[in-house]
Each structure stands twice: as structure tokens, then as C-alpha cells.
């Protein structure tokens, strides 16, 4: 008997639309773009349970023929590509015909088209491989592409279906990110009988940012428009010293096409080292401008990639443009312009935090400034009952070196005290107890989609952790109460970084994860100068914790050097 077989066309075509089509969010990218290559000015995505019951893609671009509508359903049938020649010179989202086969193959399709060349129009039903039937039907010039029932024919796949919030989630963030690059098309999205958004068309790009994403972080950003030859790189980022706690919103596109590429986000971050604030990141929305044969944009099924022919010219062109961007604001300095400087300024800083010290005040200042203070918590060393290690001081301003009867250990300052605060807030959390301030005025924001839906989703366990926000209408949102452990001018940003959302996480892993954010927001940082009280207190409260191992992230806190690796390396055994 054979081992190997051919597999049969129903069970090949399943496979090859799993390449294409993983999720809703999968039906969604293809059906938008194939809008947006049908020069559509406007574009509605309608949805119910997260888009595994039902997405509806409707467009008002140039529209199919009936003979045109019955061929877009074979494989790799396409009116982007005539030749070879013609993959080195893509300029249309999608290019390869598989968007629409690889859909039907897997879900119940219902298309409705009109080129408005003819006063009617046509109507194709599809369940999985079987068609159901074709007609003719009144229709304006368009498409609408109605997509039920996702892996109806698959329940392997089915069941790997994130929850219905998980997968509108994944849509919400595509919706936004695509609308960036087209400003001059109105984008609307429902879920349900809820609107999540509608941007109507405006006539730049800065415009469709304040859109989405408000006016505070269109604020936050200055302008890029830097070009070389037939090469160009253009749209906004960071104005420094401000930068984002993380990397989320670093959107690049190439040739208009949203992409994730390490050559190019290894580019911005570079740029702006020594300019932004220390654990902050630039924020983009750069566009890039390259030569279509020298990008391949056929690398991935998704096409979520692409790749350069050369990265270095394309690295160097995007650090070019945002230092010019930089340095042309005017009164924008490097924070340390040099190596050698941030030295000298650090040896400064260490001279200072000294004298203070001997002077009586002090030696650090923002434990100090804090509601949950320092000298609350620290335990006299006259008063201990059990015998923790010794610290014998601090290296790089970083890590505590101590000793104890099995070596020399090496402590990670900022990851003993998320540890350390992580366990106090659990207690806290447990007793329902999170002290509070009442901001003086209240503090506005505006959310983007996606942030928005993660409020809603979280709306309780923030306010448990003592944030009380209140709607202002639209997008923007007013912060009157937080906890007390955060400064005012501190509180909003940490509101906001909580909202980040996890792949398949659980109420209760958001909730270690909201103090674990806590506790790496309050805790000390890595550069600041610690007094020995400091010092033993940490120690101290480390080795009362659960895990003094691991801080609430995962990341190890000690470092250990047994005492016969010294033995052994000064040659005493």
C-alpha cells in the first residue's frame, strides 16, 4: 500500500485558506483591502461576536461585472498582476487571488456587486466549495462581501477562536492602523448595535491622528518630511524629551502598506537614544517611500512582512530623517549627547547625591516625594529579629551587592522592589483598601478604539485598583480619582499603560498583571543612588516575600556568586 498520496482538492483548498485566513481579523484585512484597491471612499465593516458569526465588508469602489464577480472565486484569479515582471512592481495591497477563495472555502459567503455599468447588479451565495447560486440584483455602484459562519466546516480550526472581545480587539487595532494611511476615506466599524467608530474623510494625516487618536498625543508629536532621490520617509513621531512607556504605537508603513519590520523599527529606536526620557519610547506614524522592485512584499501569507533588498540604506535613510526632524525643533537637545558626557553627568550626579547626603538631606528624593514613603516602612536595624544578608553597597547605582554565608549576592534594585511593593498591593487588593487622591482638577484624556474597548472590558477592576474615570463625551475621558502611591502629573500615563491588553488573559492574570504595573511604576529605578537604610530595607523586605527569586514580570532579582566559585578563582581551595 502507498505511504503517499495526493490529498484530495477539498481537503488542499481548506489547508491553503489557513494559511490565509486564522481568525475574523484575517476576513476583515482582506475584504478592507480589497476595498481600498477598488479605490473606495468609503468603507463599513459591520460585525457580531467578535466576526466569527458574522463580517460584512461594504464598499463604495469601482465594483465587478457578473463574469468578473464568477471568476474571483477560482484561486489566484487577480486584475493586479498580467506578468512576471509584474510582482517586482506591486503597488496594490493585495496582488495574489487568494483572499476571496480562501474565505469561501471556509465560512457562508454572500457577495453583492455592480460595476454601474449595467442598471443591474449581481448576487453570489456560497457555503464552503458548494455554490448555491448566482443572480442578478439591484445594487448600487460597489461591493459588499457578507462572511458567516467562520470554520463552520473546520471545528478544529473553530475552536481555537479567542473570545468574541479578544477577536473585535484584533480588528479594532487594524481598522485604526489602516485608516492612518488612508485619511481621504471614511472608515466606520459596528459590532453588534454598537458604533466602535466613524472617521469621516479629512485632508491629511495629522488630521486623521487627532481623529483616532486625540489631541494630547497629536501634541506629543513633531513632524518628519525627509527625502533622498526616489526615497522618502514622511508623517509623525515623538517630540522629545517625551517618549511612550512602550512600544506599542511605533506604526510604520511602506508603500502605504502597514508593516512590522526590525530594520526599520531598530532605525527609530536608535534615532532617538539620548533624546527621550530614560524606560520611554518614540511613538510613529512614519510612512516610507522605497522603490517597489528593491521591497519584496511576497514574503509572508498575510503579508505582514516584507523585505528589503538591502536594509542598510533603508536604515540609514529613517535614522537620517528623524535626527533631521529632531534637531530642526528648535531648543530640542540630547539628553546625553555623547558617551563620554553622560559619564561626566553621571559622575556629577553620584557627587551630588554624596554631598547632600553628609549634609543631612535627603539622598533620594523621589522615594521621598511618594505617599507610601521610605521611612514608613523601614525596620531599624536594631530591631530585627532574624538575620538577613549583609549589604556592603551598591554597584553602578543599579544593584546591591551583599554577602551571606553561601557568597556574595548581587540584587537587581528596581526588580527586589517591584517584588517587594507587588506583595504589599496584593495585600492591599485583598482587603479592597487602595488609598485614593482626589486630583485637584480633573485630569482629560482622550482613548484611541482599542484603548476604549479595553476600559470597557476593565472598567471594574481599575476602579477596584482606585482609578475613577468618568466620560466626557466622544473620545475623551476625565481622571478624578487615583491611587495615592502616583503623583498627579504621573497618574494619567499609568492609567493608560494599564490598558494595554494580553492574548487570552483571565480576570485574575489581568489583575496580577494591573499590580505587577503598579509595582514596576512605583518602585525604585535603575540609576538612582540608594543610602544603606534604603539598601537594608529592601534586602530585608525581599527575603520576607513568596518568591525573593523573581520580580511579578518573571525577571530573576538576585545574582549569586557561592563562595567556592570565589575560593576556586583566587586559588584558596
Known amino acids: 500500500m502507498k505511504k503517499i498520496i495526493l490529498l484530495p482538492p477539498d481537503i488542499s483548498q481548506k489547508i491553503a485558506a489557513g494559511e490565509v485566513i486564522e481568525r475574523p481579523f484575517s476576513v476583515v484585512k482582506e475584504l478592507v483591502e480589497n476595498s481600498l484597491d477598488a479605490n473606495a471612499s468609503e468603507i463599513k465593516v459591520e460585525l457580531q461576536s467578535g466576526g466569527k458569526k458574522l463580517v460584512r465588508v461594504a464598499d463604495n469602489g469601482h465594483g465587478m461585472s457578473q463574469e468578473d464577480a464568477k471568476l474571483c472565486f477560482e484561486r489566484h484569479s487577480t486584475s493586479k498582476i498580467r506578468s512576471v515582471e509584474d510582482l517586482s512592481l506591486i503597488s496594490t495591497l493585495g496582488f495574489r487571488g487568494e483572499a476571496l477563495p480562501s474565505i469561501s472555502a471556509v465560512s457562508r459567503v454572500v457577495l453583492k456587486t455592480s460595476d454601474g455599468k449595467d442598471e443591474k447588479g449581481t448576487l ?127 506604526l510604520f508603513y511602506v508603500n502605504k502598506r502597514p508593516v512590522r519590520d526590525k530594520t526599520l523599527l531598530a532605525a527609530l529606536n ?42 542598510r540604506p533603508v536604515f540609514q535613510l529613517v535614522n537620517r530623517s528623524i535626527e533631521h526632524a529632531i534637531l530642526k525643533e528648535k531648543g530640542v537637545k540630547k539628553i546625553y549627547p555623547s558617551k563620554e558626557e ?78 517587594v511593593l507587588f506583595e504589599k498591593y496584593e495585600e492591599i487588593d485583598k482587603e479592597k483598601k487602595w488609598p485614593q487622591k482626589l486630583a485637584l482638577l480633573p485630569i482629560i484624556f482622550e482613548l484611541s478604539p482599542s484603548r476604549l474597548l479595553s476600559f470597557e472590558n476593565n ?22 480619582e487615583y491611587p495615592d502611591i502616583f503623583k498627579e502629573e504621573e497618574a494619567k500615563d499609568i492609567f493608560i499603560s494599564l490598558l494595554e491588553e494580553k492574548k487570552g488573559e483571565q480576570i485574575e492574570d489581568k489583575k496580577k498583571r494591573l499590580l505587577a504595573t503598579l509595582a514596576c511604576k512605583t518602585a525604585v529605578k535603575a540609576g538612582e543612588v540608594l543610602s544603606f537604610e534604603k539598601m537594608n530595607y529592601l534586602v530585608e523586605e525581599l527575603f520576607k516575600t513568596s ?22 578563582g583566587l586559588k584558596r581551595t
Open 342 to 419: 553622560e559619564i561626566d553627568l553621571r559622575m556629577e550626579e553620584k557627587r551630588y547625591f554624596r554631598i547632600e547626603e553628609k549634609r543631612g538631606a535627603p539622598a533620594f528624593m523621589r522615594a521621598e516625594e511618594r505617599q507610601l514613603e521610605w521611612k514608613d516602612l523601614f525596620t531599624p536595624l536594631e530591631k530585627r529579629k532574624e538575620t538577613y544578608p549583609r549589604v556592603l553597597g551598591q554597584y553602578l547605582d543599579i544593584y546591591i551587592v551583599a554577602s551571606s554565608e553561601e557568597g556574595i549576592l548581587i540584587v537587581d534594585q528596581h526588580n527586589a522592589h517591584e517584588r
Open 124 to 250: 453570489i451565495e456560497k457555503e464552503g466549495d458548494k455554490l448555491i447560486g448566482t443572480s442578478d440584483i439591484a445594487f448600487p455602484l460597489g461591493t459588499s462581501v457578507e462572511v458567516r459562519d467562520l470554520f463552520f466546516n473546520l471545528p478544529a480550526r473553530e475552536k481555537f477562536l479567542r473570545s468574541d472581545r479578544s477577536e473585535l480587539n484584533l480588528i479594532v487595532k487594524f481598522m485604526t492602523y489602516i485608516s492612518i494611511a488612508y485619511p481621504e476615506v471614511r472608515f466606520s466599524l459596528i459590532h453588534g448595535k454598537r458604533q466602535v467608530f466613524d472617521y469621516p474623510p479629512v485632508s491629511s494625516l495629522k488630521e486623521r491622528i487627532y481623529q483616532v487618536f486625540g489631541k494630547s498625543l497629536l501634541e506629543r508629536l513633531l513632524e518628519v518630511d525627509y527625502e533622498e532621490d526616489d526615497r522618502k520617509l514622511y508623517g509623525y513621531s515623538s517630540l522629545p524629551p517625551s517618549g511612550h512607556r512602550d512600544r506599542t504605537l511605533q
Open 459 to 480: 472598567q471594574a477592576l481599575l476602579e477596584e485598583a482606585g482609578f475613577r474615570v468618568e466620560a466626557m463625551g466622544g473620545q475623551s475621558f476625565a481622571l478624578k
Open 547 to 568: 518568591n525573593s527569586s523573581l520580580c511579578p514580570h518573571g525577571r530573576p532579582i538576585i545574582v549569586k556568586i557561592e563562595k567556592k566559585e570565589i575560593e576556586r
Open 270 to 311: 536608535q534615532a532617538y537614544r539620548g533624546f527621550l526620557e530614560k524606560d520611554t519610547f518614540p511613538e510613529s506614524f512614519l510612512f516610507l517611500t522605497w522603490p517597489y522592485p528593491e521591497v519584496d512584499i511576497n514574503v509572508h501569507p498575510a503579508k505582514a512582512e516584507v523585505r528589503f533588498k538591502d536594509s
